[in-house]
């Protein structure tokens, strides 16, 4: 992650009002991160944000633990920082 897009305070009600430019060229609604609200909110405990070699990838914790893949690199490092602000547990990669 990108310390310069690294964002770790929830956005404004006007912030949430604009669409934000991703890299590929597509607008990203603040709509679409706020699907992802439950993973640092009502659901936090149930995930965890497991360091890899490219960064946090967050993981649904049950059996078995699933991936939560989001293509959007803008959006997943919103997605990322919110849960890292949130208190989400963080696993540090294995060496």
């Known amino acids: ?22 890299t ?25 944000l497991h360091e890899t070699s490219m960064g946090y990838q967050p993981i649904l914790k049950g059996d078995p633990p699933m991936a939560e893949l989001i293509c959007d690199d803008d959006l997943a490092e919103q997605v990322i920082a919110r849960m890292l602000a949130a208190g989400v547990t963080g696993v540090d990669r294995p060496h």
Do not use: I, N
């Open 1 to 22: 992650m990108s310390p310069t897009k690294k964002r770790s305070c929830p956005l404004s009600q006007e912030a949430a009002d604009r669409a934000l430019p991703c």
């Open 24 to 48: 590929q060229g597509v607008f990203m609604s603040d709509r679409e991160l706020l699907e992802y609200e439950p993973m640092w909110t009502t659901e936090r405990d149930q995930w965890e």
